[in-house]
């Protein structure tokens, strides 16, 4: 399995971007998505998440500005991020738990997409 993450670049403060995470490989289900981001020298922080059943928890920063969904068909997740500020600057990551077809097993475990850069500038 192997997680895509793309959407991120620069925008203006109060501007919006949507990131995508695209799941590949023998997938049977995806039990639980999220999204994270980090700042050079500090802690990975929880941006928001998304359960099977569809719960979504977000970072008392985000709320009312980030909506993660996700569209089961496609194996993708989203997080549509609007009202920007700088201090949402940040490398952002995908994490799922996905269950995966592994030879005759199957395979629950964790998967982190490799980070997209976004830039909010003032």
């Known amino acids: 399995v192997q997680l895509q993450a793309s959407g991120g670049g620069l925008v203006r403060d109060g501007g919006s971007l949507r990131l995508s995470c695209a799941a590949s490989g023998r997938i049977y289900s995806i039990d639980h998505m999220g999204w994270y981001r980090q700042v050079p020298g500090n802690e990975r922080e929880m941006v928001a998440t998304?359960?099977?059943?569809?719960?979504?928890e977000y970072g008392d920063s985000v709320k009312g500005r980030f909506t993660i969904s996700r569209d089961n068909a496609r194996n993708t997740g989203f997080l549509q991020m609007n009202s920007l500020k700088p201090e949402d600057t940040a490398v952002y990551y995908c994490r799922e738990t996905v269950s995966s077809y592994e030879g005759s097993h199957m395979l629950t475990a964790d998967y982190w997409g490799q980070g997209t850069q976004v830039t909010v500038s003032s």
């Open positions: 998304l359960s099977y059943t569809g719960r979504a």
